[in-house]
T-cell receptor, first 112, second 116 residues
Framework: KQEVTQIPAALSVPEGENLVLNCSFT??????LQWFRQDPGKGLTSLLL?????REQTSGRLNASLDKSSGRSTLYIAASQPGDSATYLC???????????FGTGTLLAVQP | GAGVSQSPSNKVTEKGKDVELRCDPI?????LYWYRQSLGQGLEFLIY????????KSGLPSDRFSAERTGGSVSTLTIQRTQQEDSAVYLC??????????????FGEGSWLTVV
């Protein structure tokens, strides 16, 4: 059974800092991994999708890496801003099911 | 519309009543998902529709829960005889083909259900 873990559960940083969010998964037989952002009271917004054959994806200040063999992904946020404050979720798709399995998220607060 | 649309956005219902939640996916998206997010919890998979294939219902928590997708587009999630533990945000998502095709999944803003 696929299990997805995110560390840390919560993180508070001053504005301008670079930061890394971690995601680990137990079953490396995945098709892809996605990072999402969820603002309070809102749905999820997809940030980056990494195929199993890829090592990383970049979008603006965001960079996501994938090490499938070790079951790990990181989301790197450069020069953080207060507007980055949200819950960040990773999710993996793969195996014999059609389920996108989510981690429990990291609650990020960027202090101005 | 441009995104995944869900209705109602908020619903308060009495215990024991039935509720219907609606999802209108992005036009052209063949894959549709329902997830549930309880307060302080992660996202729990409920059901997955892909084209004309039989849906994957493996995440439905009990036989009080059912979902339909008519004409390959709009989906309705029905909860019968609601219980207080059903209180959660019900999120719908869609993608062009299934997630294993490497397509981004787009979520609606959810239907917030409170059972009193």
């Amino acid at each position: 059974k696929q299990e997805v873990t995110q560390i840390p559960a919560a993180l508070s940083v001053p504005e301008g800092e670079n930061l890394v969010l971690n995601c680990s998964f137990t079953d490396s037989a995945i098709y892809n991994l996605q990072w999402f952002r969820q603002d309070p009271g809102k749905g999820l917004t997809s940030l980056l999708l990494i195929q199993s054959s890829q090592r990383e994806q970049t979008s603006g200040r965001l960079n996501a890496s994938l090490d499938k063999s070790s079951g790990r992904s990181t989301l790197y946020i450069a020069a953080s801003q207060p507007g980055d404050s949200a819950t960040y979720l990773c999710a993996v798709y793969g195996g014999a099911t059609n389920k996108l399995i989510f981690g429990t998220g990291t609650l990020l607060a960027v202090q101005p | 519309g441009a995104g995944v649309s869900q209705s109602p956005s908020n619903k308060v219902t009495e215990k024991g009543k039935d509720v219907e939640l609606r999802c209108d996916p992005i036009s052209g998206h063949t894959a549709l998902y329902w997830y549930r997010q309880s307060l302080g919890q992660g996202l729990e998979f409920l059901i997955y529709f892909q084209g004309n294939s039989a849906p994957d219902k493996s995440g439905l928590p009990s036989d009080r829960f059912s979902a339909e997708r008519t004409g390959g587009s709009v989906s309705t999630l029905t909860i019968q005889r609601t219980q207080q533990e059903d209180s959660a945000v019900y999120l719908c998502a869609s993608s062009f083909k299934g997630a294993n095709s490497g397509n981004t999944i787009y979520f609606g803003e959810g239907s917030w259900l409170t059972v009193v």
